[in-house]
Every structure is written in structure tokens, then in C-alpha cells.
């Protein structure tokens, strides 16, 4: 057994050894299978090397357009193959680093599927979510040395407000009432179409908001009146998840799909405890982010157009602080919006980042999809062209060279 345990944490020490290498941003882009058939879609090529090459949907010529990412997923891409890439992420969290992983992209692109699979808690396909959680939960079984803790929080951010999904006071149990009021909402919604009162009252009615804090008092929790619940399984964590959902669906208007139109975080905090009392903490935070698409401006008005707005700034602002963050800037422009604000402890110094960029190859989409991966490979810190590289590996020979001819030196004054 002692060997089995020396084998593992070896494996780990590598794992972030390796992860080290690759840098702390990390920019994946996944593409999902077509929905038309027969179409030719906008998405030429994907190459091994984490190349994708578009192809141009408005020129008359085939004109071509190459991304460069860590890493590019096909339509045929299996969520396994997806998961393996990001295993040694989760498995740096037990080792005491933050990481968020962020999934990007138009509605309809694949975002939740890569997360939670085609439904939360379903047993085939499962997404990220719940083999990071499997992860997690046996990593805390198999160190012996350390005994875990694991909790988890779940929010939304909608127009720059934060909300508990997992507080008992959103939930319809504890109003059974509610249901009642709420279906009174609607159908006046639906009735006299007075969209903005009726959402403000539902999205009142439904929670409050809360505060960030970023100070490090409350052990550097940002959310520190969000409900945190203990959990000692996956399956805790899905239950959990399902009922986030459901609040989150609770204050939804049937013509308003907020699903896609607010940010989801779930955030899994762990905290390890060894024999002599040094104790390790740190958190995972598997976000779910609004839809990127742009909403033609001429035709949204009112909330709509508020709602857009908050999600241009907010992305934008994401966009800002990993590019910031990847060209190694001075100045982290976290406070821009609640997103990076809440998310800023992970985001930077020893913390890791995934972004997971989702395009949807249909040829319709192709304002959105190089608009997603013009964002995807703005924050990623991959060097473009091969030059850097050959430069790269000309210097390391140049100074090899001069380390022979030292030697030699030495040698040959000895
Ligand atoms: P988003 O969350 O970005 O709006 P979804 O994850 O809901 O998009 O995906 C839209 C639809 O496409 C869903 O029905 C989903 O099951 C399906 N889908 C997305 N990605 C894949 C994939 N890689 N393989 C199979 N089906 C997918
Ligand atoms: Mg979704």
C-alpha cells in the first residue's frame, strides 16, 4: 500500500510538475457535432496541434482564417477525452492551488454539455462537473495523511447581481405559496406583456443579492454569506446542483430564458487537514458563463438591452483580466465587473485557469464562432507562429554551446 501511495503522489508531483510547463492559462476550444445535415460548415480544419482553421463565410472566395489554442476538440470528441485534459487541474486543487475552469461561447454551442453533460446528473455522457467531483472525492480517500473537508457554494451573476442558488429562502419548498404568486406573474406577463415590472418582481421575490468581500478575513471567502453546504460525494454535490437549477429556473420567466443570459458558478472549496495540524485550502470553481452572442442593437429595448449590456461588459471585462493576467501586466482590472471581482482570489498568482472556448460549426453561426475564437485566443498565451519557437531553441543551443566551450576551457587549463 505504501508503495501504491508513494506511486500516486509521485504521479501528482508530476502532474503539476507538467502543468507548470504548460503555464497557469490554459485555452481549449471545443467544437460541437453539426445540427444540419449534409451542411458544409464554417470549420475547415483541426489539426493535433491544437490548430483550427476557419473557413470564411462572407468572402465569395474560400478565404481561410487559422486559430492557434492549447488544445481543439472535434464534433467527435468524446467528453472523456475531453475530461483527461483537464484531470490534472482538479487534481492540482487537492495539492492546495485555486482553479477555475470557464466555459465560453455562443447559446447553443455546447457550453453546459461540456460541464454538466446533456443533463445534470445524467449517468451517460457525464461532463466535467461530476469527474472532477469523482476525482476529488477519491483523492480524499486515498491520502491517508490528510483528512479533507469539501464544501460546496453555488451562484448566479444576473445584470451584475449575485445571487445564492442554494439558500433554503429560494427555494419553492419553504413557499409553497410562491408557486402560486409566481404563475399569477406569468400569466400577466403573458397577458399584458409587462415584462420589466413582472421580472423585477419575480427576481425580488425570489432572493436577495449578496456582497463581495475581498478581504482576507471570513478565511478568504469572497461569497461569505452564500450558503455552504458539506458534502462527502458526487452525488451530494448533483442533488445540490439540481436544486440550484431549479432556483434558478424558479425566478425565470417563460419568455426570458435567463439560463443563458446569466453567469452559474459553482464553487468547491477544500480544506485539508494533516496529523500535525497544517491545514491547506483551496478552491475549484466550475463556471457556466452567459451566452457571448451579440444581440442586434437596434432591436433590443429595455431590459433586454440592460441584460446585454451586462453580459458585453462582464465578458469583456473576463476577457481583460486573463489577457492582462497572460501578458503578465501590472495592473489586473478585476474590479470591472462582479464576475472577475468574485473570482479574483483565483485568478492570478499560483491560481490556474481553464478556458474552454465552444463553437457550433454551422455556417450561419460563423459571426459568432470568430467572434468566440478571436475572444478564445486574445486571453490565451499560446505564441503564435513558430518563430518564437525555432528562436527559443537557437538561443537554448547558443548558450549550450558556450557552456561546451567553457567546459572545454576548464578541461584544458586543468
Ligand atoms: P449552451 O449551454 O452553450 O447553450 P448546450 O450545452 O445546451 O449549449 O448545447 C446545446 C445542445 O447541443 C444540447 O442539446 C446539447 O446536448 C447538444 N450538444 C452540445 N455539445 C454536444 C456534443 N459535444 N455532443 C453532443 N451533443 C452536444
Ligand atoms: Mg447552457
Given at each position: ?330 495592473y489586473i482590472p478585476y474590479r470591472n465587473s462582479k464576475l472577475t471581482q468574485l473570482l479574483q482570489n483565483s485568478l492570478g498568482g499560483h491560481a490556474k485557469m481553464l478556458m474552454l472556448a465552444h463553437v457550433s460549426p454551422e455556417a450561419e453561426s460563423y459571426g459568432e464562432t470568430i467572434s468566440t475564437l478571436k475572444f478564445a485566443q486574445r486571453v490565451s498565451t499560446v505564441e503564435l507562429g513558430a518563430a518564437q519557437v525555432n528562436k527559443e531553441s537557437s538561443e537554448i543551443r547558443d548558450l549550450r554551446e558556450q557552456v561546451d566551450n567553457l567546459k572545454k576551457e576548464l578541461a584544458y587549463r586543468e
Open positions: 500500500a505504501d508503495g501504491y501511495h508513494r506511486a500516486v503522489k509521485e504521479n501528482r508531483n508530476l502532474y503539476n510538475m507538467l502543468q507548470e510547463l504548460r503555464g497557469n492559462i490554459q485555452v481549449f476550444c471545443r467544437v460541437r457535432p453539426t445540427f444540419v445535415a449534409g451542411g458544409k460548415g464554417s470549420i475547415d480544419y483541426i489539426g493535433n496541434d491544437g490548430t483550427l482553421i476557419l473557413l470564411d463565410q462572407l468572402k465569395s472566395q474560400n478565404v481561410r482564417k487559422a486559430f492557434q489554442f492549447n488544445k481543439v476538440f472535434g464534433p467527435n470528441a468524446t467528453q472523456v477525452e475531453v475530461y483527461k485534459e483537464t484531470e490534472s487541474l482538479i487534481r492540482s486543487v487537492m495539492d492546495g492551488y485555486n482553479v477555475c475552469i470557464f466555459a465560453y461561447g455562443q447559446t447553443g454551442s455546447g457550453k453546459t454539455y461540456s460541464m454538466c453533460g446533456p443533463e445534470i446528473g445524467s449517468a451517460k455522457d457525464i461532463g466535467i462537473n461530476s469527474k472532477a467531483l469523482n476525482d476529488l472525492f477519491q483523492i480524499s480517500c486515498i491520502k491517508e495523511d490528510i483528512k479533507y473537508e469539501i464544501h460546496v457554494q453555488m451562484v448566479e451573476i444576473y445584470n451584475e447581481q449575485v445571487r445564492d442558488l442554494l439558500s433554503e429562502e429560494t427555494s419553492t419548498k419553504k413557499y409553497p405559496l410562491m408557486h402560486i404568486v409566481i404563475l399569477f406573474l406569468k400569466v400577466n406577463l403573458v397577458f399584458y406583456n409587462s415584462f420589466s415590472a413582472t421580472n423585477r418582481l419575480l427576481l425580488s421575490l425570489t432572493s436577495s443579492t449578496l456582497e463581495i468581500r475581498n478581504c482576507s478575513s471570513n478565511g478568504g471567502l469572497s461569497l461569505p454569506d452564500a450558503t455552504m453546504h458539506h458534502v462527502q460525494s458526487t452525488s451530494d454535490v448533483m442533488n445540490l446542483m439540481k436544486a440550484g437549477e431549479k432556483n434558478r429556473a424558479f425566478s425565470c420567466t417563460a419568455m426570458n430564458n435567463r439560463s443563458s443570459r446569466s453567469h452559474s458558478v459553482l464553487t468547491i472549496h477544500v480544506c485539508g487537514r494533516d496529523v500535525l495540524g497544517n491545514t491547506l485550502q483551496s478552491c475549484l470553481h466550475l463556471v457556466d458563463l452567459a451566452g457571448s452572442e451579440r444581440v442586434d442593437k437596434s432591436e433590443v429595448t429595455g431590459d433586454r438591452l440592460k441584460e446585454a449590456q451586462h453580459i458585453n461588459k462582464s465578458l469583456s471585462c473576463l476577457g481583460d483580466v486573463i489577457a492582462a493576467l497572460a501578458q503578465k501586466s501590472s
